[in-house]
């Protein structure tokens, strides 16, 4: 699923900030973590954050970018 356009709708319509459930996350990529970036000021990352995700903010150096919760 491509989240960015979802994203994009939400802020238009005024959201201040957004709880982004990892959780379900089975594969993480470069075009996850663009997308993360691109919206790390209005978005609380909820977790747990599954290996992968958690792999590819590590390798990148972006883990602290991030405001994460675990209760979604």
């Known amino acids: 699923m491509d989240a960015e356009p ?3 709708q939400v ?9 982004v459930d990892v959780s379900r996350v089975t594969f993480a990529c470069s ?11 209005h978005i609380v990352i909820a ?4 290996p ?3 792999r590819l903010l590590k ?5 602290d970018l ?4 675990f209760t979604a």
Not at 11 to 19: H, P, S
Not at 31 to 41: D, E, I, K, N, Y
Not at 47 to 50: K, S, Y
Not at 59 to 63: F, M
């Open 11 to 19: 802020r238009a319509a005024g959201t201040v900030a957004m709880v």
């Open 31 to 41: 075009s996850l973590l663009h997308t993360l970036l691109a919206h790390r000021t």
């Open 47 to 50: 977790g747990p954050v599954p």
């Open 59 to 63: 390798l990148t150096c972006t883990t």
């Open 66 to 69: 991030f405001t994460y919760t």
């Open 52 to 54: 992968q995700l958690a």
């Open 6 to 8: 979802a994203l994009h």
